[in-house]
């Protein structure tokens, strides 16, 4: 059974390489994601500017990174998302050296963009200075960072490792028994929630055990609808950890809340005592309070929020 179409178009549609040919959250071993606040005179001048860098890297570093757009669905608007994902952490050093030795990337950033009657300029114009913004996601796998390892989680990094020439991290696509048919990533999700909090030191291994667990339940019971995958912030705070939360649409979130309420099994996930040798007490206390934060990201299509469309060609 292949993948339910997306009520809006996904990120997929952003680049004329096949979907065999894309990395993207479930196959990549490093996301960084770069935002930037875009000034409201020049919102359609902005995105353009974005799909056209993106579409850049996706053609000339086929399998090495691919990059996709993205806007905030309720948060801050004209805030613009980049989510460029990396075979490994070491294939960022073929990126940086894009910017002296590939010509055509560089006359992007030279190109004049914005009309004579706004100005004129190029794209720098287009964003509020300082706003840009880089995290580095990595994707969870058990002993990193000092975690815990069990059998069972052990064999996810082993398994991996043994099948590839060099030793990377497992991609997220790991984590998850959903067949590839069924599986929802940054490429073809119609929406993703990314969902961040930070861990309480004391509590390192057992809350990256509820955040698998947590992710574990929603993958298994809705299945082509909804797959959420688990990563660590690499070089911001320690013990921050990321769930990106990949729907099918906006109304799969219906179902999130439904399963949480009705099913008993991902209910008794959020009311086990966890840790009791630290003292009694669920989940809950594993992170610190008020760190929760959800961003729901809408991949960008022509004509989203009022943006111009380009013309052909």
């Known amino acids: 059974m292949g993948t339910p179409e997306p009520g809006i178009p996904s990120a997929d549609r952003q680049t004329v390489l096949a979907p ?8 990549s071993g490093m996301i960084v994601e770069r935002v930037a606040q875009a000034r409201s005179e020049f919102h359609s001048e902005s995105r353009e500017f974005a799909r056209e860098l993106a579409e850049h890297i996706n053609t000339t570093q086929q399998g090495v990174a691919s990059v996709f757009v993205y806007e905030e669905t309720f948060g801050t608007k004209d805030l613009v998302h980049w989510l460029i994902h990396l075979k490994s952490m070491e294939h ?4 940086v050296a894009m910017g002296r030795e590939d010509e055509g990337y560089r006359s992007l950033f030279g190109k004049a963009r914005i009309p004579d009657a706004k100005g004129g300029g190029g794209w720098a114009r287009m964003f509020v200075d300082g706003s840009l913004q880089e995290s580095v996601l990595l994707p969870q796998f058990w002993g990193m960072y000092g975690t ?4 069972r989680l052990e064999r996810e990094s082993r398994v991996y490792r043994e099948r590839t020439d060099t030793v990377v991290l497992p991609p997220a696509r790991h984590q998850t028994r959903q067949p590839d048919g069924q599986l929802l990533h940054s490429a073809n999700a119609g929406i993703m929630i990314h969902r961040t909090a930070q861990i309480i030191y004391d509590f390192r291994s057992e809350a990256r055990q509820f955040a698998r667990e947590a992710a574990d339940a929603i993958n298994d019971n809705l299945a082509g609808e909804a797959t959420v995958l688990l990563y660590e912030d690499a070089f911001g705070q320690a013990d921050r950890i990321h769930w990106l939360i990949h729907m099918r649409s906006l109304g799969t979130y219906q179902r999130l809340l439904q399963l ?4 008993e099994s991902v209910r008794e996930i959020f009311f086990r005592e966890r840790a009791p040798e630290k003292g009694p007490g669920t989940w809950a206390r594993m992170f610190v309070q008020g760190s929760f934060q959800d961003v729901a990201l809408t991949p960008h299509h022509w004509g989203l929020y009022a943006t111009d469309v380009p013309p052909a060609g």
């Open 148 to 151: 815990a390892v069990d059998g």
């Open 92 to 95: 960022y050093e073929t990126m």
């Open 260 to 263: 949480h309420v009705q099913n």
């Open 20 to 27: 065999e040919e894309i990395l993207h959250s479930g196959n």
